[in-house]
């Protein structure tokens, strides 16, 4: 438990070092540009980058020590800041205001990839709580995992927004570079051993090799797991509006500083829901807590926008990040139950490679048809005209009826996958999933 709670503590310097750049870069790319079409692209990218380097990185997760995986992962995020930085100093401050501008995509780029090196961290850390903790405490455990992991998104609100006010992307790629290295050094000292990791007896250890077509085949054998990375996909391909206009939306309402402020208050739900969690747990079905959580985070985002408030915002945003952790710890408990260990990374890997591939598409989509379709029908279009007198006019009006429409849709799809056939196999699984579980006990204590 030592080990664990260094490795979330690292993890979580990693995560603000890493959520930091990326919000300074959303921030910063607004203020400069002015354009949502831009901050769309930038949400796209990050989730193309995610989607198509997930299986990678949890293959590379599953073949080698996992703390040379998170070691490795400083190393390379460091390296590509240090790029970023270098082409920001190097480069005239009127190359960076063009949205359209080959210096700023390039930019754009290269921090992106930095940010993304970090993935390896999150494909890794769960494979260790399967090592670490026993089995009837992982949903706990996972509810911390979560809650370091929110911690370190909402707290980077805070700091970017400053960073940016105060130094602009100079600023943010400085203090990455610092804390990447703290990062570094830290997890340098924290002792895991992973020479439990070997094979189960009676298993020979695989080759070191992605293997798509191996993992496709342990998750098709394991009844409505297919369904769960789908639902999740479907999720993720709503939420993507969210990492595309959410910002713009906040933006409308507060200054870049008062904005990164509030989402560090409202960064205490995470605090809270992630306490809750370690102490009560996940219930006895945590598929049944993943879809009702989610049919409470849709409900809200039909009416948190639905009139021109920031309180209205940050109420809503607020229970979003509450019951975030509960479904993410609720799909790591799932799969770290009816998957074999060795093969949990590159799970881990897929699941983040298909969720995230949906999210790229609503990300690219929804910027330009935000900004070129329904702000005009809601600025003085048939919208306005239909709508405008009780739900209000203008680019942010627009804005907000996208997120209200997202809402309705994402009730309509956790209600029926409530009443699926996938769902009731899957939960029958989880309930009866021994085997799995000695075989992972035998391989960590063979």
Known sequence: MRAFYHLLGNNLIANITNFTVWFALTFWVYIETQSVFATGMIAG?????????????????????????????????????????????????????????????????????????????????????????????????????????????????????????????????????????????????????????GAAPGHPAEPKRVDIRGTIAVIAG??????????????????GIFMALLDAYGLSLVSVQMWGLLFGVLSTAFIISGIVISKSGLGKNPLRTLLLVNLITWSVCCVFTIQSSVWLLAGGCFIWMLLAPYAEAAEQTVLQKVVPLERQGRVFGFAQSVEQAASPLTAFLIGPLTQFVVIPFMTDGAGADAIGGWFGTGPARGIALVFTLAGAIGVVVTILALRSPYYRRLSTVYAAGTANEARNAATIHP
């Open 45 to 197: 990218v990050y989730l193309v980058f995610t989607s198509g380097f997930g299986f990678w990185l949890g293959s590379i997760v599953d073949h080698n020590p996992k703390k040379l995986a998170m070691l490795g992962s400083s190393v390379v995020s460091a390296g590509f800041y240090v790029l970023s930085l270098a082409l920001l100093l190097m480069s005239p401050e009127a190359a960076f205001a063009n949205p359209y501008g080959v210096h700023l995509w390039v930019f754009v780029l290269l921090v992106m990839l930095g940010v993304i090196a970090g993935n390896i961290r999150s494909i890794a850390l769960p494979t260790l709580v399967t090592v670490l903790i026993p089995e009837n405490r992982r949903d706990k455990a996972n509810g911390l995992v979560g809650m370091v992991t929110g911690i370190g998104f909402l707290t980077t609100s805070v700091i970017s927004g400053f960073l940016v006010a105060w130094g602009g992307m100079v600023a943010s790629l400085a203090f990455a570079l610092v804390f990447t290295f703290l990062a570094f050094a830290h997890l340098a000292f924290i002792h895991v051993d992973e020479r439990r990791l």
């Open 222 to 239: 394991v009844p409505g797991l297919f369904a769960l990375i789908f639902f999740a996909t479907f999720n993720n391909f709503l939420g």
